[in-house]
């Protein structure tokens, strides 16, 4: 087994920053400190991204035989849970559980969709996106990017393909400038001024005191989440992913800060293949396609539009969140812990 650190830098780099951003403590998507049984195979194939097409074929996975996770890490997931249901869910999970977390998934996103998922805390849509990543391996099925089985490509190939902007993106400890070129090689200053103007980002770093060259991170200028996660879309921007994975922030910012963030990552999904987990559903209402998870199964699939029609369980979450009812029916907070 190997410690997986950063998943979307390249390798040679993720080392050297890795040590100078003192990350122990830090941690992107909840990853780094997760043990994966993936060896890097000699010799394997690079991906080769040509529409972005991904393809979740028939895919079973549970985290059995993995190290269990840290307490710091359930507490980070009590702390997000977002509905009803929550509680029992994370309550009754032993580490050592042999269940299906992922439980006979297939869907296909197509080039340049976006795909959101939705669903109770502790339904598995993290795990979705740590099998894309390659952070664990399918136990069972596939999952192809344009028809490329993800477990037989170089693993560097695929994390260069991804890029991740989300709640646990981090700022190590260095100048804006190198926070923002973290995952990418050579960079002009003008193209990551041209990220920073993209993500609503170059105004307030130009107004710290010392601009691009700021220190920040631990021991550095404290950035607000807003700020920190502009940081993180003006990287995203500027190593310009074939496929962008959105864990939405649930930072408070201001309404206005807000908007600006959803306009700079509006244009970043477009025309990209997008996986987006949100827990407010009004930020992914205009998805192509929301997949509702739920105890590792989708049980609901297709536009807004389509599944409010449904009357199912997303239909009873958006009515909460639009506040047009005052809590879950108790039938979906007792499937939600079957
Ligand atoms: P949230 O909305 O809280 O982020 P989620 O839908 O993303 O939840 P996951 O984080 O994918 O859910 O978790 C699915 C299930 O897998 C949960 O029961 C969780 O406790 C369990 N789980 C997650 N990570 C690990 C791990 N590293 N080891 C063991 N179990 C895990």
Redesign the pocket.
């Known amino acids: 087994t190997q410690q997986l650190v950063w998943p979307m830098a390249q390798f040679g780099q993720v080392i050297n920053m890795y040590q100078r951003a003192e990350a122990s403590s830090e941690r992107i998507f909840g990853l780094m400190d997760?043990t994966g049984r993936i060896d890097r195979e000699e010799g394997a194939d690079d991906l080769e991204v040509q529409a972005g097409r991904v393809e979740y074929d028939s895919v079973s996975f549970s985290?059995e035989g993995?190290e269990?996770?840290d307490s710091d890490e359930t507490d980070r997931?009590r702390e997000?849970?977002p509905t009803a249901a929550d509680d029992s869910?994370?309550a009754d999970?032993p580490?050592e559980e042999s269940e299906l977390?992922i439980d006979d998934i297939s869907f296909e996103v197509e080039g340049g969709e976006t795909l959101a998922l939705v669903?109770p805390?502790?339904?598995?849509?993290?795990?979705v996106l740590k099998l894309l990543l390659r952070l664990y391996d399918v136990d069972d099925g596939e999952i192809r990017i344009d028809g490329q089985d993800v477990s037989e490509v170089s693993l560097p190939s695929l994390r260069r393909s991804l890029g991740y902007v989300g709640q646990e993106s981090y700022l190590f400890y260095g100048t804006v400038e190198e926070n923002i070129t973290y995952g990418t090689f050579d960079a002009e200053r003008s193209e990551i001024v041209e990220a920073a103007k993209a993500a609503e980002a170059h105004e307030f770093i130009q107004n710290l005191p010392d601009g691009y060259d700021t220190m920040v991170g631990e021991r550095g200028v404290k950035l607000s989440g807003g700020q920190r996660q502009r940081v993180a879309i003006a990287r995203a921007v500027l190593k310009d992913p074939d496929i962008l994975i959105l864990d939405e922030a649930t930072s408070d910012v201001d309404t206005e800060t807000e908007m600006l963030i959803q306009r700079s990552i509006d244009d970043l999904t477009e025309d990209r293949t997008t996986f987006a987990?949100a827990h407010r559903l009004s930020t992914i209402k205009d998805a192509d396609t929301i997949a509702v998870?739920e105890g590792g199964r989708i049980v609901e699939r297709g536009s807004h539009d389509e599944l409010l029609e449904n009357d199912g369980l997303y239909a009873h979450l958006w009515g909460v969140q639009a506040g047009e009812i005052d809590e879950l029916p108790q039938e979906f907070i007792e499937r939600a812990q079957r």
Request: charged share 15%; glycine share 14%; net charge neutral.
């Open positions: 997760e985290y993995y269990s996770r997931q997000t849970a869910v994370e999970h580490a977390i669903g805390t502790g339904a598995g849509k993290s795990t987990i998870l």
